[in-house]
């Protein structure tokens, strides 16, 4: 069956670089898409960036400089990299599965990251 | 960018009851995709290109809409429907979603 799962530090420090991974089973990178949604703490959900079936990418014009996202087809593993972290990068990470026509049908459980100092 | 505007921001409704949730976009967008999150979990397809239902979602779900304006119904409130509501678009880049409807069990 489809999994994601996501994994990272549960805590980072301030103008720190954030690096998370997403691992994947059930179904190929080469396949489908992957993103990353955030969403902090009592707050509403928020697109980061996405790597394609072909390995284009495409990132949130507010965080674009800051991030970086890549993928390991042969571990199955989707990299997502922040740097200059904030006390407002706070929030729960989630990668998803995008189906072919745009929404996400799958989701991981989330990790959750803590900016602080 | 598009803005996503949802109306309620909050609601409530007894078992039984119909509930609407309104999703307003600032740019007209082909479709519009709804997903429910209960507390402390992670957000799960309802309603894809519009108004089909996802897989293994109850028939009381409903989408419609076109244009700049989206909505989504549940036909009859039960109790485990109390939740928050998110619409996303893909029409345009980036992906965004609305700002949530927080639906309640009176």
């Known amino acids: 069956q489809v999994q994601l799962k996501e994994s990272g530090p549960g805590l980072v420090q301030p103008s720190r670089t954030l690096s998370l991974t997403c691992t994947v089973s059930g179904f190929s990178l080469t396949s489908y898409g992957v993103s990353w949604v955030r969403q902090p703490p009592g707050k509403g959900l928020e697109w980061i960036a996405a790597?394609?079936?072909?390995?284009?990418?495409d990132y949130n014009s507010a965080l674009k400089s800051r991030l970086s996202i890549s993928r390991d087809t042969s571990k199955s593993q989707v990299l997502l990299k922040m740097n200059s972290l904030q006390t407002e990068d706070t929030a729960m990470y989630f990668c998803?599965?995008?189906?072919?026509?745009?929404?996400?049908?799958?989701w991981g459980q989330g990790v959750m990251v803590t900016v602080s100092s | 960018e598009i803005v996503l505007t949802q109306s309620p921001t909050t609601t409530a409704a007894s078992p039984g009851e119909k509930v609407t949730i309104t999703c307003l976009a600032s740019?007209?967008?082909?479709?519009m995709y709804w997903y429910q999150q209960k507390s402390g979990a992670s957000p799960k397809l309802l309603i894809y290109?519009?108004?089909s239902l996802a897989s293994g979602v109850p028939d009381r779900f409903s989408g419609s809409g076109s244009g700049t304006s989206y909505s989504l119904t549940i036909n009859t409130m039960e109790a485990e429907d109390a939740a928050t509501y998110y619409c996303q678009q893909w029409s345009s880049n980036p992906d965004t979603f609305g700002a949530g409807t927080k639906l309640e069990l009176k």
């Open positions: 998803a599965r995008r189906a072919t026509t745009g929404y996400f049908d799958y």
């Open positions: 290109s519009t108004s």
């Open positions: 740019s007209s967008v082909s479709n």
């Open positions: 790597i394609w079936s072909g390995g284009s990418t």
